[in-house]
């Protein structure tokens, strides 16, 4: 392994080390659907503020509690949504983290037999929301902007409804 090989992998560790305390730090004292509201507000005046062509969505399962769709974003992110919130919900990590473990070990998950690319995403949107004490039961997804982005506006709007509640 070369030396920018080595630092790319140093890199990609890092970003996957930040996104596992990120699942440990971002647990909610409760969930309701008025939670997934304003939770939904935060995302859309921080997407707004910024001018983001994005598709947000909170969803408990099969039922969805919060969606939206700003101006620029595109049925295709609907679609990117369903696949990045089944991944997340699935496997119990944001979605990003789903794709990076596999960059890293040279093994993509899309790449296992068993993987339905048409079913899931392992890419960057979607974050489990998760109350203390009771485990994951909803999430949090972002679509129309590059993965780590869409990850991070979820993170941060994560990050401040915690803050707030």
């Known amino acids: 392994m070369d030396s920018a090989d080595s630092k790319a992998a140093d890199q990609l560790r890092a970003l996957i080390?930040?996104?596992?305390?990120?699942?440990?730090?971002?647990?909610?004292?409760?969930?309701s659907r008025a939670d997934a509201l304003r939770l939904g507000l935060i995302v859309v005046r921080r997407a707004t503020e910024a001018n983001l062509p994005v598709a947000i969505n909170i969803r408990r399962?099969?039922?969805?509690?919060?969606?939206?769709?700003?101006?620029?974003?595109?049925?295709?992110?609907?679609?990117?949504?369903?696949?990045?919130s089944r991944a997340a919900e699935r496997f119990g990590v944001p979605s990003l983290l789903l794709g990076l473990r596999g960059e890293l070990s040279g093994q993509p998950i899309e790449d296992e037999p068993w993987f339905d690319v048409t079913l899931y995403a392992a890419h960057g949107g979607s974050v489990p929301i998760?109350?203390?004490?009771?485990?994951q039961i909803a999430t949090v997804t972002v679509s129309g902007l590059p993965q780590l982005e869409d990850h991070e506006l979820a993170i941060d709007s994560l990050r401040e409804f915690i803050a707030k509640q």
């Open 17 to 31: 080390a930040r996104t596992e305390l990120e699942i440990l730090e971002l647990e909610v004292d409760s969930f």
């Open 61 to 84: 399962g099969l039922q969805t509690l919060f969606h939206v769709a700003l101006e620029g974003s595109t049925a295709d992110n609907d679609v990117w949504i369903a696949r990045k």
């Open 130 to 135: 998760t109350v203390k004490g009771t485990g």
